[in-house]
C-alpha cells in the first residue's frame, strides 16, 4: 500500500511542493527557461524552452553565428513580480511558468490570477499533508539523506 501511495504522490506536483516544504530552500526562480534549459530550433535558432520556440522577441541567438544572448530572459529570472512579494507561495512559485505569464498576461513577469489561485491551493493542501506526516513517513518519501537531523 506504501509503495502505491508513494508512486501516486510522486506523479503529482504535489510531491514536489512537498519536497521543497520539506528541504526548507527557497526557490529563486522558478522557470528554469533560459537559465537551466534552452531549446534549438531546426534552424538553429536558440530560444528560452521549447514553449518560445517560433517567437522572435524571445530569440537568444544562433548557433550558425555562435551568437548566444542570454540577457533576453536571464535579467528577468530573478525579478520578484510585485504581486507575489507577501505571497505565501512565493517561496515555492516565485512567478509561475513565463510562458504561461505571456499568453494568459502578455507579460512574462506577471503571473495568471487562475494560476496564482491553483498554487495557492495545492501549497496549502500540501502544508496541510506535511503536517501530518511522521518522521518514517518523511524518510519513506523524501530519503533518509534529506531530513533534518539525519
Known amino acids: ?21 520539506h528541504e526548507g530552500k527557497k526557490r529563486n526562480v522558478y522557470c528554469a527557461a533560459g537559465f537551466k ?8 535558432y536558440i530560444y528560452p524552452c521549447h ?6 522577441e524571445f530569440c537568444m541567438g544562433d548557433v550558425s553565428t555562435n551568437v548566444f544572448e542570454h540577457d ?15 505571497c505565501i507561495c512565493q517561496s515555492i512559485c516565485s512567478g509561475g511558468c513565463m510562458h504561461d505569464n505571456l499568453l494568459l498576461m502578455k507579460n512574462i513577469n506577471i503571473p495568471a490570477e ?23 513517513d518523511k524518510k519513506y518519501l523524501f530519503g533518509e539523506e534529506s531530513c533534518y537531523g539525519g
Open 51 to 56: 514553449r518560445f520556440v517560433g517567437d522572435k
Open 114 to 136: 487562475c494560476n496564482c489561485k491553483l498554487q495557492k491551493f495545492l501549497t496549502e493542501q500540501a502544508l496541510k499533508i506535511y503536517i501530518s506526516l511522521t518522521d518514517i
Open 1 to 21: 500500500m506504501r509503495d502505491k501511495y508513494k508512486e501516486c504522490i510522486a506523479r503529482h506536483n504535489l510531491y514536489s511542493i512537498l519536497r521543497e516544504i
Open 37 to 44: 534549459a534552452i531549446s534549438i530550433d531546426i534552424d538553429g
Open 72 to 86: 533576453v530572459i536571464y535579467n528577468q529570472l530573478y525579478k520578484i513580480p510585485e504581486k507575489c512579494k507577501y
